[in-house]
Nanobody, 120 residues
Framework: QVQLVESGGGLVQPGGSLTLSCVAS????????ADWYRQAPGKERELVAT???????TYVDSVKGRFTISRESTKNTVYLHMNSLKFEDTAVYLC??????????????WGQGTQVTVSS
């Protein structure tokens, strides 16, 4: 059994910064690929950033230059550093990861999400 738990969300003013963390615990051999998604009220879930097993990174255009995804493998943790936050970044941010639960088995997991609200 694996759990993904996000933290770090909150209320921030426009132009501010937040860092989200996603920690994998339980039967975790390693995190392969990990993504951050977000979902705003009334909108579809959007892929924000991806980091793969080789640390290749991609971002949605709307966050390029402002958000940075990173990983700390020894802690089974993935981060999303968010700078220059805008009103339109307000959403629930969800972590998704492909977890190696053994040397030969990969499973998909989602976290419960953390709320990010950008407001003056």
């Amino acid at each position: 059994q694996v759990q993904l738990v996000e933290s770090g969300g909150g209320l921030v003013q426009p132009g501010g910064s937040l860092t989200l963390s996603c920690v994998a615990s339980g039967s975790v051999f390693a995190i392969k690929n990990a993504d951050w998604y977000r979902q705003a009220p009334g909108k579809e879930r959007e892929l924000v950033a991806t980091i793969d097993v080789r640390s290749k990174i991609t971002y949605v255009d709307s966050v390029k230059g402002r958000f940075t995804i990173s990983r700390e493998s020894t802690k089974n943790t993935v981060y999303l550093h968010m700078n220059s936050l805008k009103f339109e970044d307000t959403a629930v941010y969800l972590c998704h990861a492909q977890i190696l639960t053994t040397l030969f088995q990969t499973e998909d997991y989602w976290g419960q999400g953390t709320q990010v609200t950008v407001s003056s």
